[in-house]
């Protein structure tokens, strides 16, 4: 991801953090279809590499991120810029998750 990229996502994940949803999706709607993929997959793999590792204290303690990283792939679902398969297992990840954290 490039530096102006990055920049973007870390504005998003502000807005998320002070729970300005519509500024979000606002922001996701002016955005090409690529970056928008690209910040998503960006940061499932991150969530899903804590995962495959067991780190169910690291979801935990970055619970934010794992929250707007789902939030990401909803909309990239909705927005159709996630094959259904791919979508569901990346939707599938957050369940297996929650779970995760709900037996801790």
């Keep these: 991801m490039n530096e102006e990229l990055q ?4 504005d ?3 807005l998320f953090v002070a729970q300005k949803y519509e500024a979000i999706i606002e ?6 279809d690529e970056d928008v993929y690209e910040i998503t997959t960006t940061n499932w793999s ?3 590499k804590y995962n495959e590792m067991e780190r169910v ?5 970055h619970i934010t991120f794992v929250a707007y990283t789902s939030l ?4 990239a679902g909705q927005r159709t810029l996630l094959p259904e398969d791919d979508f569901k297992e990346k939707y ?5 998750i929650f779970a995760k954290l709900q037996l801790e």
Excluded: A, P, T
């Design 7 to 10: 920049n973007r996502d870390m």
């Design 12 to 14: 998003l994940r502000e």
């Design 27 to 32: 922001i996701l709607n002016s955005m090409e």
């Design 46 to 48: 991150v969530v899903k």
């Design 57 to 61: 204290d690291l979801l935990r303690q």
């Design 72 to 75: 990401l792939v909803e909309y």
């Design 92 to 96: 599938n990840l957050f369940e297996v």
